[in-house]
């Protein structure tokens, strides 16, 4: 059966029913929202179908307002109808997927579905969000084809951002479905789908909450502080930077004392969990009803009281005395040390092996979670990496618990297991005697595991398509380096270029390295390049530090030298004799957003964050960013167009710094271009993406002729965007300062101070662009902006 998905049905408009609605809003599906009919309506107010849908509607408008934003675009919202279970209902009718996310009760679900069986046409996927109910029950009484086409679907929360999708079938769920709901989950929702058993809290939430209740364990008997163990349990270990107990504010302790209740009670013969009791701060907070962030009250409290840096205070629970204290310093040797430890591997090593209080939280922390996982092996899954990717996705952990074991080494985490007292599952020990040391390896470039089944490694499902420069690098030696920058062959003909550098930035290496790369694939005959990596960011941008040293310095030469230099490498990429492409992911500011808009093509991730934020730190973009936008602003002018109001949108965007906050957005903020840029919803895959459009391109591939047409308004344009930088100082939205570099912007966008509309050079663009960056170098209030970013990480408006 090939089944094709254009409208999905979403039963419940709560937060996770708004947000998957979004979410399939996203992909550009149609979707209809439908919800209760409230139960307290007057009889005339019955008869309104604005009160009949009074529930669903705020839950659109919500949504609209949600941060972070729900929707990759606002005006996705447009492909969400609502309406409500009692009107509406026959409408399910014309869905290819109706997904259930109502109430977290069995009884409601039921009947949801029993309604749903009256409508829906046969061969219809129906599946819950459901977190805590077996899937199972919830098809009982319905048709064999209703059980044929139904499973579990379990998004996280919020699920734009989140990556993990479980899927959860039942004995009568058919192998098509689940085939289809995996694949689907991956290349049109962007996720990572994890294949679960239907067992309590399935994966994700099986293994994570186990892994924060033995922290709040650990906390206790090792006599610690919520900041030492959050300080601990954050970035230093590859988890989410709020630490644990940070992050249960943020989820809400009702919701999980809740899970941790429901796998107590339902797992009476889980070895660890069955004997946690719930500690006596938990107990505090949930008679107080001091739930996290929702309430206002958590393990930590915001005051509205100030600093004397103007922060608000936050106040951190005693765990002993169950009060709320000032939050208290922490300075830990094997912590402090790890700050020098720049790779994750070698931090979690230093603290496996420390003996003061953060490496015995680390080291008996993951003994544990060795021992817990290494049980659940078949109970909750059949393989290993699907815990894995379950925690990655799901919780936002940099590797999984089998990752972080091989980084200790298997017989390390075994020792320290059963000196913990926890046992170790058979499998494992038969693992090691059989000489195998490790539970995932790579050959060939291939990232493989160990399967337990065969006693032999295999390729992990569904990552073939994946590129992965890990993978890559492993098996094969780099085609070219140096210290910011490495080529590598992913096949095909095809190179990817890779920054190294802090944050991804934009220095001297990495120029190097783009022009060497490109030069050497035209002279060796490849077929293309990708500039692309696999970390968090595409590039935060230009090495401001660099920047900085030559202004403070007021080394003109150097600096009018370095700028020029990154002219010429952003027209290399586009002026090539090879086609290159980008393939962008997380920040892509700055020079990363230049680098890319001079690309044949880009592939960008959905998530990708892109902008020209230069006037944050009191400049103009230089890297030939400006002057694509004037490249742009004449590109989009027709005959008989006005012109004028094209020029002041290009302004604005340069002006205010606009960042697009999703890879969609920037397509409307002129950062992207439709027909020769595309969106890749699964971040995972962009980089595999944009080696099938430089083999595209590489076909007939034609050199590109710098351009000399490019239509530049001068004084015509230059009095209306000065009118429109008044209005925005007038507006309070910029500063004396951020109004001289708005001038700056349209100096460059209108060619200079031409006497009237004529045609220019991208040189003669690039040259006045290079000027005005040169002249705000020398601005004592530019530089002042340039210091304060560098120290704080945050702009100066001044």
């Not at 490849?526 to 900085?548: D, K, P, Q, T």
């Not at 044949?600 to 400049?619: N, Q, R």
């Not at 007939?700 to 530049?712: A, F, G, L, T, W």
Request: glycine content about 8%; charged content about 25%.
């Amino acid at each position: 059966m090939s089944r094709k998905i254009k409208k999905v049905a979403v039963l419940g408009s709560g937060v996770m029913g708004a947000g998957i609605a979004a979410h399939f809003a996203n992909i550009g599906l149609e979707v209809l929202m439908l919800d209760i009919v409230p139960f307290n309506l007057t009889d005339d107010e019955k008869k309104n179908p604005a009160k009949r849908n009074s529930i669903v509607n705020a839950a659109m408008k919500n949504l609209l307002k949600s941060k972070p934003a729900a929707l990759y675009d606002k005006a996705f919202a447009s492909r969400i109808q609502v309406g409500n279970f009692d009107d509406d209902m026959p409408k399910i009718a014309d869905a290819d997927w109706i997904i259930e996310v109502v109430i977290e009760r069995l009884d409601i679900k039921q009947q949801v579905f029993a309604n749903v069986e009256k409508y829906r046409k046969e061969g219809t996927l129906i599946t819950s969000n459901t977190s805590s109910i077996p899937i199972h029950l919830m098809a009982e009484g319905r048709s064999d084809d209703f059980k044929a086409n139904f499973c579990g679907t379990h998004f996280f929360n919020p699920p734009r951002y989140l990556k993990l999708f479980e899927v959860i079938p039942t004995p009568h769920t058919s192998q098509e479905v689940v085939d289809f709901l995996m694949s689907y989950g991956d290349v049109y929702l962007g996720k990572r789908t994890v294949l679960c058993k239907d067992t309590p809290a399935f994966i994700a939430n099986r293994v994570g909450v186990y892994a924060m209740a033995k922290i709040f364990q650990l906390t206790t008997e090792l006599d610690m502080t919520i900041e030492e163990v959050d300080k601990i349990t954050g970035t230093p270990i590859g988890r989410p930077r709020t630490g644990v107990f940070r992050l249960g504010d943020l989820v809400g302790h009702d919701t999980s004392a809740k899970v941790i209740d429901t796998i107590r009670t339902r797992c009476t013969e889980d070895e660890q969990v069955s004997a946690f009791s719930i500690p006596k701060y938990i107990d505090f907070l949930l008679e107080n009803k001091f739930y996290g962030d929702k309430s206002g009250k958590g393990f930590y409290q915001k005051t509205k009281e100030r600093d004397e840096k103007g922060r608000s205070v936050v106040l951190a629970l005693d765990l002993e005395k169950l009060e709320y204290v000032p939050k208290r310093k922490v300075s830990i040797p094997s912590l402090d040390a790890s700050k020098q430890i720049e790779n994750l591997d070698g931090r979690i090593r230093h603290f496996f092996k420390a003996d003061d209080k953060a490496g015995q939280l680390v080291r008996k922390s993951l003994a544990g979670l060795f021992a817990y996982v290494s049980n659940r092996i078949p109970e909750i899954s059949d393989n290993i990496y699907s815990i894995d990717d379950a925690l990655r996705a799901g919780f936002a952990w940099d590797v999984g618990p089998f990752q972080y074991w091989d980084m200790v080494g298997i017989q390390a985490g075994v020792d320290a297991a059963e000196a913990e007292g926890e046992k170790i599952g058979d499998w494992v020990k038969e693992m090691l005697a059989a000489g195998h040391d490790a539970f995932y390896k790579i050959e060939n470039g291939v990232k493989k595991y160990y399967d337990i089944d065969s006693k032999s490694y295999q390729t992990i499902p569904g990552t073939e398509e994946f590129i992965i420069l890990d993978n890559v690098r492993a098996n094969k030696k780099p085609v070219y380096e140096n210290a910011e920058a490495v080529a590598h062959d992913i096949g095909d003909g095809v190179l990817c270029l890779e920054f190294r550098s802090k944050m991804n930035s934009i220095g001297e290496g990495v120029l190097r390295g783009i022009n060497d790369v490109i030069t050497l694939a035209e002279e060796e005959g490849w077929n293309g390049v990708v500039i692309g990596n696999n970390a968090e960011h595409f590039s935060v941008g230009a090495n401001l530090m660099m920047i900085a040293m030559m202004a403070y310095q007021q080394e003109f030469d150097e600096l009018n030298f370095a700028v020029n230099a990154f002219q010429q490498t952003t027209m290399r990429c586009r002026y090539s004799a090879i086609p290159v492409v980008a393939a962008t992911q997380g920040y892509t500011f700055g020079g990363g957003c230049e680098t890319i808009m001079h690309c044949d093509a880009t592939v960008a991730a959905a998530e990708s964050y892109i902008g020209l934020v230069e006037v944050g730190v009191g400049l103009i973009p230089g890297g030939g960013g400006t002057k694509e936008f004037a490249l742009r602003a004449s590109d989009e002018f027709f005959a008989g167009d006005v012109q004028i109001p094209t020029l002041i949108e290009k302004f604005k965007t340069i002006a205010m710094a606009s960042v697009a906050t999703s890879a969609y957005e920037a397509f409307n903020h002129g950062y992207l271009q439709k027909g020769k840029d595309s969106v890749s919803v699964n971040t995972a895959r962009n980089i595999g993406e944009a080696k099938k459009k430089v083999l595209e391109l590489a076909n007939n591939y034609s050199q590109p002729i710098q351009r000399k047409d490019i239509s530049v308004l001068g004084r015509t344009g230059l009095g209306a965007l000065y009118v429109a930088g008044h209005s925005l100082q007038l507006g309070k939205f910029a500063s004396e300062h951020d109004i001289k570099i708005a001038k700056k912007v349209a100096y460059v966008l209108c060619g200079g101070d031409l006497t009237g509309p004529q045609k220019v050079s991208e040189q003669y663009l690039l040259d006045i662009e290079r000027e005005a960056f040169l002249s705000l170098c020398g601005e004592q209030k530019t530089l002042e902006r340039i210091q304060h970013m560098l120290q704080t990480n945050k702009p100066l408006r001044n």
